[in-house]
């Protein structure tokens, strides 16, 4: 059985970087054949995918999103981290980080986490 779990702080304050990591257990981001994505929900908004990173470390990141963020990993810890930069009240969301397949969507997610921008 797949899990991901959430971890990071709550509230971060505006033109910060917000960092949050995603640890897996029961597959290995190292060879697992499948896409690390971060995902978030703004308040009474959609999901909104941010990116993901493959078991070779390649990224790729929505294009909205592409200027502020970037996905790195630890194979050792068998982690994920997002670090989305100069964020702001705009960036107050739930986090999901979750495991796509090619093509056929995220088949694993995370709890959650809230992450609220503000000072």
């Known amino acids: 059985q797949v899990q991901l779990q959430e971890s990071g702080p709550g509230l971060v304050k505006p033109s910060q970087t917000l960092s949050l990591t995603c640890s897996v257990s029961?597959?290995?981001?190292?060879?697992?054949?499948?896409?690390w994505s971060w995902i978030r929900q703004p308040p009474e908004k959609g999901l909104e995918w941010i990116g993901y990173?493959?078991?070779?470390?390649?990224?790729y990141y929505s294009p909205s999103l592409k200027s502020r963020t970037s996905i790195s990993r630890d194979t050792s810890k068998n982690q994920f981290t997002l670090h989305l930069l100069s964020v702001t009240p705009e960036d107050t969301a739930v986090y999901y980080c979750?495991?796509?397949?090619?093509?056929?969507?995220?088949?694993?997610w995370g709890q959650g986490t809230q992450v609220t921008v503000s000072s």
């Open positions: 979750a495991r796509r397949i090619n093509g056929a969507g995220d088949d694993y």
């Open positions: 029961g597959g290995s981001i190292a060879t697992d054949d499948y896409y």
């Open positions: 990173i493959d078991r070779s470390g390649s990224t």
